[in-house]
C-alpha cells in the first residue's frame, strides 16, 4: 500500500513516529473502524481518527443535531441544527481528510440488526448513551471477534475500555441499571466529552497499529472533578450469557 505526497506529508508526524511508522501508517489505511453514535463520545473519536489516516471509517445514528448537542459535540456547528447527525460528520470527516472513505447509516443499531451491520468491519468504537444499544454492539462484537473500544461519560467522570472475547462488557455490566443516569438528566460537562473521545480514538490506534498495550481487559476511568485517573483490570464473569 502506497501514499501520495499529499498522504506522506499529511502523516509525516506519524511517519517518524518509532512505534507507527511507514507499516503503522499503511495498516491505519487499511482498516476499516465503524463509530456507533456519534455524539459526545463518537463525534471527537471518529475526528481523531479521520485525522490519523483510517482507511474507512463508518458512522452509524439515527439522530438529528439539537442546540443542546453544541456544548459538547464540536463536530457541529449551529447551522447544523436540524440536520442529520451523520451526513453533517461526512462532511466534517471528508472535510478534514478527503483520503478517507466515509461510510454512514442514518438508523438506530438494535439487537436485531447489530450482527448484519457489523459484518466486516475490523473494529468498533461504541459511543452511545444507552444501555440497550450497548449491548446490542457487544454481543456482535462477542459473536464475531471483533475488538470493541467502549467509551462512556458520566456527568464528570469518563471511561474507556477495550474488550476482545474474553472479558466482555456484559461481564462489567451485567444487567442494564434501572436507575441509569443520562446527560438530559444529570448533567455532563462539555469538555469531558472531548477527553473521552480522543482516548477512545487513541486506543483505537494503538490497536490498529500494534503500538504499546492496548487497554484490553482493562478500563480507564478518570475523575475530571478530582483530577485524577486510575485504571482498573475487568474480571472476566464465567456466568456471562455472552462470553461465558
Known sequence: MTFSEDE???????????????????????ARVLVVGMGGVGGPAALYLAAAGVGTLGLIDDDTVALSNLQRQIQFDTPDIGAP?????????TALNPHVDVQ?????LTEDSAASRLAG???????TDDFDTRMAVNG?????????VSGALGAWSGQVGVFEGRPCYRCLVPEVPPDAETCARVGVVGALAGLVGSMAALEAI????????????RLWIHDALAGRSRTVTVTADPTCPVCG
Open 8 to 30: 506522506i506529508e499529511r502523516y509525516a508526524r506519524h511517519l517518524v513516529l518509532a512505534d507507527v511508522g511507514g507499516p503503522g501508517q499503511q495498516r491505519l489505511k487499511a
Open 206 to 217: 494503538k490497536r490498529v497499529t500494534g503500538a504499546g498495550q492496548p487497554l484490553t481487559g
Open 104 to 108: 454512514t447509516f442514518a438508523e438506530r
Open 140 to 148: 456482535a462484537c462477542v459473536a464475531s471477534g471483533i475488538p470493541l
Open 121 to 127: 468491519w475490523d473494529l468498533v468504537i461504541d459511543g
Open 85 to 93: 447527525k451523520v451526513a453533517v460528520s461526512v462532511r466534517r470527516l
